[in-house]
């Protein structure tokens, strides 16, 4: 007789396929996920890279389509990682990368951040993240990988106001 499960409680303990393993590719940050201490904050990093990648090559123009595309990839592939890792496991890392680079949004493409104004960017959203500011906690409990995306989204969205706010009226 057939009996659905919980993720939670029954997850699958081995990937079925090529959109499986791509997931794991997606979700880990091309592997930061598996890092042995500090996963999210590797991932983290890869969300500065990426932006001060795109800034160097003057491709800052693009940067919001760059963020909704790692958005909609990060999104199907933490669903999909679920099913056997089970809910928002440490190695699931792509949200952290949204979340950095969304910290970065405004300044892309628009005007160039100093180093220092990156370091701080990169502590403020993990700040944000690791103490989850109301509502961020809510957020975790949505469903087919929102959740695991939604927090992060916030918490970036934080860190680039505090960010910007930091920057115009401190002159930081």
Known sequence: MFRPTTLKTHPKTEPAGIQDRIA???????????????????????GVLIYLLMDSLRL????PHVIIFFLIIGTWSAYRVERFWGEDSQRIVVDEIVGQMITFGLAAGRYPLPWHHVVFGFILFRLFDIVKPF??????????????????VGAGLYALVVLTLARKFLGA
């Open 24 to 46: 794991i590719v997606i979700a880990t940050g091309a592997g930061a996920g598996f890092a042995p201490k500090a996963p999210g904050t590797a991932g983290a990093i890869e």
């Open 60 to 63: 800052g123009t693009y940067f």
């Open 135 to 152: 509502p961020l906690r809510r957020l975790e409990s949505l469903k087919w990988g929102i959740g695991v995306m939604a927090d992060d």
